[in-house]
Each structure stands twice: as structure tokens, then as C-alpha cells.
């Protein structure tokens, strides 16, 4: 089984919709963080976990908000979703320390309409 | 602030030719760290090789060269006698340590094409 998994992989939604992206991993990892992947930008990152209790925005929170379920658990949301808000979604995660890799799961397709 | 080009924003070569992706930074950090991932056709991410600001030595696995210098900060990707499978998106990244979580900054990538 993957280490990081991301449910939906792919969501086609409608502009105005609240809408959820799940990111769980069996790693034992402390870090997670959200990043969005858009064509020609390379990928940006939208919130970043240190731990269960603390949570910190990115280079585009804007339009975003996170929720720290659990260690293994780390979720997106979009409140209000809109057109600019289609892309790929990754979640990631990592050991604690800025030399550490991050271990991306498979990526959620989001379309907004 | 922290910045990465990857000025190359496609590559296409025949099979067995040696490519050098560029990447170059920018930070005013005097520790960091610099990464390359790679992301082939089917969307995940792989991470490949991490390098810290203070070791300069290059790094060779396998076809896969770095090269990493300081004084024109820039971390060069080489592949020696390319393969179809080396086709992919390839990332170059910095990392902005923030009390111990790593706030990777990516370039926007380069899309490597190898034909057979």
C-alpha cells in the first residue's frame, strides 16, 4: 500500500461548492503539507503542518483552510470553490528538519466549472 | 526572498544522448538545501538527490550527475545516454527552513522528452 494516499484522485465540481481533499499517511511523520501544481508555476505550497496542533499558511492560503485530523491525517479545503482554483493537488509529507525529503502522495485532479 | 529558475522549459533529445537540465537559485540564507524530483507521465513525484549549501562535491548515481556550485548558484541535473524512460517533468527545489518544517520553493520545471 502507498505511504501517502489523497482521496478524491480526481473531483469535477462547480464554481460555488464547498469541497474536500483527504491526504492520509502511514509514514509516522510530524510534517505535512498541501501544494497545488499548475502549468508552467512548478508547485506552490498552500498550508504546511508541523504537528496536530500546529498549522501554517503558505505562499496561497487565499481561498483555502486546513484541518489537522490526526498525525496520519491532513485535509483541504475549499470553501467556496472557483475556476482559478483547478489543478492538481499534492500532499506531502516529511521528518522533521529541512534536509529531510518529502514523500508526495498520488495527486488529486481538481476541476472547477 | 527565496527564488528558483529552471529556465528550460522543454527538452527533447534522441535516445542515448547526455541532457543538463539548469537550475538556478536564489536565497540569502547561508544554509539550505536544494532538491530535484522527478515526475514521469503517470503524476507522482520522486524525489531523486538532496544536496546541502555546504558540500560542493558533485554526485554521480547510476546515468545520473549533479553538479553544484555556489558561486554561480546553480544545480545542475545531467543525464549521461538518456532512455525513453527518463522522460518526465523534473523539478529543481529550495528549501526555507522554518523552525524545522521545509517550505519547499520549486522552479517551474522542465518537461524532459526522450525519443527513441
Given at each position: 500500500?502507498?505511504?501517502?494516499?489523497?482521496?478524491?484522485?480526481?473531483?469535477?465540481?462547480?464554481?460555488?461548492?464547498?469541497?474536500m481533499l483527504e491526504c492520509?499517511?502511514?509514514?509516522?511523520?510530524?510534517?505535512?503539507?498541501?501544494?497545488?501544481?499548475?502549468?508552467?508555476?512548478?508547485?506552490?505550497?498552500?498550508?504546511?503542518?508541523?504537528?496536530?496542533?500546529?498549522?501554517?499558511?503558505?505562499?496561497?492560503?487565499?481561498?483555502?483552510?486546513?484541518?489537522?485530523?490526526?498525525?496520519?491525517?491532513?485535509?483541504?479545503?475549499?470553501?467556496?470553490?472557483?475556476?482559478?482554483?483547478?489543478?492538481?493537488?499534492?500532499?506531502?509529507?516529511s521528518e522533521g528538519g529541512?534536509?529531510?525529503?518529502?514523500?508526495?502522495?498520488?495527486?488529486?485532479?481538481?476541476?472547477?466549472? | 526572498?527565496?527564488?528558483?529558475?529552471?529556465?528550460?522549459?522543454?527538452?527533447?533529445?534522441?535516445?542515448?544522448?547526455?541532457?543538463?537540465?539548469?537550475?538556478?537559485?536564489?536565497?540569502?540564507?547561508?544554509?539550505?538545501?536544494?532538491?530535484?524530483?522527478?515526475?514521469?507521465?503517470?503524476?507522482?513525484?520522486?524525489?531523486?538527490?538532496?544536496?546541502?549549501?555546504?558540500?560542493?562535491?558533485?554526485?554521480?548515481?547510476?546515468?545520473?550527475?549533479?553538479?553544484?556550485?555556489?558561486?554561480?548558484?546553480?544545480?545542475?541535473?545531467?543525464?549521461?545516454?538518456?532512455?525513453?524512460?527518463?522522460?518526465?517533468?523534473?523539478?529543481?527545489?529550495?528549501?526555507?527552513n522554518v523552525q524545522g518544517?521545509?517550505?519547499?520553493?520549486?522552479?517551474?520545471?522542465?518537461?524532459?522528452?526522450?525519443?527513441?
Amino acid at each position: 500500500d502507498a505511504d501517502v494516499t489523497q482521496t478524491p484522485r480526481n473531483r469535477i465540481t462547480k464554481t460555488g461548492k464547498r469541497i474536500m481533499l483527504e491526504c492520509s499517511q502511514t509514514k509516522g511523520h510530524d510534517r505535512m503539507y498541501w501544494y497545488r501544481q499548475d502549468p508552467g508555476l512548478g508547485l506552490r505550497l498552500i498550508y504546511y503542518s508541523f504537528d496536530v496542533k500546529d498549522i501554517n499558511k503558505g505562499e496561497i492560503s487565499d481561498g483555502y483552510s486546513v484541518s489537522r485530523q490526526a498525525q496520519a491525517k491532513f485535509s483541504l479545503s475549499l470553501e467556496s470553490a472557483i475556476p482559478n482554483q483547478t489543478a492538481l493537488y499534492f500532499c506531502a509529507t516529511s521528518e522533521g528538519g529541512s534536509y529531510n525529503e518529502q514523500f508526495f502522495g498520488p495527486g488529486t485532479r481538481l476541476t472547477v466549472l | 526572498a527565496q527564488k528558483v529558475t529552471q529556465a528550460q522549459t522543454e527538452i527533447s533529445v534522441v535516445e542515448k544522448e547526455d541532457v543538463t537540465l539548469d537550475c538556478v537559485y536564489e536565497t540569502r540564507d547561508t544554509t539550505y538545501y536544494l532538491f530535484w524530483y522527478k515526475q514521469p507521465p503517470s503524476g507522482e513525484l520522486v524525489f531523486l538527490i538532496r544536496r546541502n549549501s555546504f558540500d560542493e562535491q558533485n554526485e554521480i548515481s547510476g546515468r545520473y550527475s549533479w553538479n553544484f556550485q555556489k558561486s554561480t548558484s546553480s544545480f545542475n541535473f545531467t543525464i549521461t545516454a538518456s532512455q525513453v524512460v527518463d522522460s518526465a517533468v523534473y523539478f529543481c527545489a529550495l528549501s526555507d527552513n522554518v523552525q524545522g518544517a521545509q517550505k519547499l520553493v520549486f522552479g517551474q520545471g522542465t518537461r524532459l522528452t526522450i525519443n527513441p
